[in-house]
C-alpha cells in the first residue's frame, strides 16, 4: 500500500469484489468532488434512515448541510455514526447472460462521526465553498447568508478517515461457453451533460449587467 493510501479499517476493507477497492487518495479525491450528490445514513430510532444531500470536500474534510431541524442531522450531530455514499454511473455493461449484467461506476464511501460547525464565521466560508463548487465565481455575484439564514442551517464535518473507494470499469466478463451465443455484449456508456441554461419565470434581464435583449 501506498504512503498516499487510507489506512484500511475493519469497516473499509471491501470483502466481495475487493479486486475493485481503491483507498488511492487522488482517487478518492476525484471521485468525491465530481460529484454532487451525495447519500447519508445513520440510524434514527432504532430505524435506518437515509438522506441524498449535496456535500463538498477541503482537504481531508467532508462537508454537508441541511435545515437545523432535520432529523437525519441532528441525530448525526449528536453522536450517531453516519455512512456516507457517493457514487457515479460511467455504464451499463451489457452481457451475453442475464447474471453478468453489470454496471460500470466509481464511487466512495465514507464511515464516522460528524461535527457540527457553530461559528458564524466558519459557516460562511462553509457556504462560499460550497456555491463556488457549484458554479466557479458565483459568490461574489449573489446575496450571501444572513445571520438568520447561517442560523437555521446545520454544517456537519467528517473527518476522512474511514474511508474506500470502489471502481468497476471495462466489459462484461462471461462464461466462456457464452462467448459463441448469437447477442449483442459490450457497454452502454452513461455521462452527465449540462444543457442550455433556462431563465426563471421572475428574471428580469434589464437588471444583469450587460443585459441583452435575450
Known sequence: MSTTDYDIHPRTKLVRGHNRASYDRETVHRIID??????????LDGRP???????WRMGEQFYIHGASKNRVLAAIANG?????CVTHLDGL????????????YRSVVIYGKGRVMDDPNAKMEQ?????EKL??????QIRQPSKQELKATMF?????????????SGDPVDDEEDYTLPV???VLPCRTVWDAPIDDSRLDRSLLPNATPA
Open 34 to 43: 465530481e460529484a454532487l450528490i451525495c447519500h447519508v445514513s445513520t440510524v
Open 127 to 131: 457556504s462560499r465553498l460550497f456555491v
Open 93 to 104: 455493461v451489457m452481457a451475453r447472460s442475464a447474471f453478468h449484467h453489470s454496471a460500470n
Open 80 to 84: 450517531a455514526d453516519a455512512c456516507i
Open 156 to 168: 456537519l464535518e467528517f473527518d476522512m478517515e474511514e474511508v474506500s473507494a470502489k471502481i468497476r
Open 49 to 55: 434512515v437515509m438522506i441524498p444531500t449535496a456535500h
Open 184 to 186: 449483442w455484449a459490450g
Open 135 to 140: 458554479a466557479q465565481g458565483r459568490w461574489d
